[in-house]
């Protein structure tokens, strides 16, 4: 049997009492990052024989797992934080296991999307969580396009030294809305911040944060400002003026010809 285990996401006690009796009785432990998982197992005298698992090596380390747990091996799954497989290694070994027709289960504990939501005040009856975006500001801006118009409570993993990327990014497609950025979860310095879109976070990022923004209310744009000034706006994110046109003609449902006059005193 194979166990997904949830552990800590910043403080140690976090962990339920089966996710450590799973961990004592196993016979080996596949971990994220063996050096940082070690922390967590030695406060709870845990000393397993432990094997790396993480994302450049999911495909090599899913088959040794499978040849273990054919030979009778009780093996427990752990991520750096969390409920592995959300936004973290795993998914590979599951299909693997499925398709090997191995048993698995999952010992439930702590999540830091549903905790963000939990801290962040907006509605919480419906949400869907997006995990982190992708890398490149095309694919980045395809991937928000799908999610601009949902009118439930949106959630993104983002580390720190892409928040002001992710959140200016975020605010160029969906408009400006009400968002809440949640940062070191459980940990010491847990801090829920407040703020706009269109504002910004307005303090250094630090820590792993959990961007929480409310749905979609009707309007992808700030009917409080004109479309010459929504255009230098998107020009001075990165658009091409072409492109920023573009895109206010479709937010604002009117016809590109009609906003040509904003950009001929640049021609």
């Known amino acids: 049997m194979l166990y997904i285990v949830a552990t800590p996401i910043g403080n140690l006690k976090d962990i339920t009492l089966r996710a450590i009796e799973v961990l004592k009785e196993v016979d080996l432990i596949a971990c994220e990052d063996t050096r940082h998982s070690l922390k967590l197992l030695s406060a709870y005298e845990i000393k397993k024989p432990l094997i790396s698992y993480h994302k450049f090596n999911e495909k090599e380390s899913a088959e040794k797992i499978v040849e273990k747990l054919k030979e009778g091996k009780n093996i427990a799954l752990i991520s750096d934080a969390g409920t592995p497989i959300v936004s973290d290694p795993g998914n590979i070994l599951v299909k693997t296991l499925c398709e090997n027709s191995l048993e698995f289960t999952v010992i439930p504990g702590a999540c830091a999307c549903v905790s963000a939501l939990v801290l ?12 982190f975006m ?6 980045r801006v395809e991937f928000l396009e799908k999610y601009k118009t949902l009118d439930i409570t949106l959630l993104f993993y983002s580390a720190p030294h892409d928040v002001e990327k992710d959140l200016m990014d975020i605010y160029s497609v969906f408009g400006d809305r009400r968002a809440v950025a949640v940062r070191e979860i459980t940990k010491l310095h847990e ?13 250094d ?5 959990v961007i929480v923004v409310e749905g979609f209310k009707g309007k992808s744009y700030d009917e ?3 479309p010459e000034e929504q255009i ?3 020009v001075s994110q990165g658009f091409d003026k072409k492109e920023a046109l573009k895109r206010v003609a479709k937010e604002r449902g009117i016809k590109k010809s009609e906003l040509y006059k904003f950009t001929l005193s640049d021609r």
């Open 120 to 131: 962040s005040g907006l509605d919480t009856a419906r949400f869907c969580f997006l995990g």
């Open 134 to 139: 992708p890398e490149k500001k095309s694919e």
């Open 191 to 203: 801090e829920r911040i407040e703020f706009m879109l269109s504002s910004g976070l307005g303090k």
């Open 205 to 209: 990022a630090k820590g792993e944060f």
């Open 224 to 226: 409080n400002i004109s």
């Open 232 to 234: 230098a706006i998107y």
